[in-house]
Nanobody, 118 residues
């Protein structure tokens, strides 16, 4: 079974930085876009940043100017550089691979916890 695997979560102080990584257990050729979502306690999962094959990226307003998404969709790798972290960024961060255009499947990782606290 193909999996997306995240890494890089942990405890970070407010104002600090953290880098998340995600890779597929094997190449999924049908993935056309990749993204990071997050879910804070008691809240719904929300889109943080997304990256399409043409290199275009979009961000949630709450992270614009602080987070940067990068990676290689053909290699099914995506990263999230997070700077100037705030306590409200505390959440489980999930990697997503969108293959709905070709095989109707959204791939998800199991998530990695980022805790921003002093």
């Amino acid at each position: 079974q193909v999996q997306l695997v995240e890494s890089g979560g942990g405890l970070v102080q407010p104002g600090g930085s953290q880098r998340l990584s995600c890779a597929a257990s094997r190449i999924i050729f049908s993935i056309q876009a990749m993204a990071w979502y997050r879910q804070a306690p008691g809240k719904e999962r929300e889109l943080v940043a997304a990256m399409a094959g043409g290199g275009t990226a979009n961000y949630a307003d709450s992270v614009k100017g602080r987070f940067t998404i990068s990676g290689d969709i053909a290699k099914n790798t995506v990263y999230l550089e997070m700077n100037s972290l705030k306590p409200e960024d505390t959440a489980v961060y999930y990697c997503n691979g969108d293959a709905t255009m070709y095989d109707g499947v959204d791939y998800w990782g199991k998530g990695t916890l980022v805790t921003v606290s002093s």
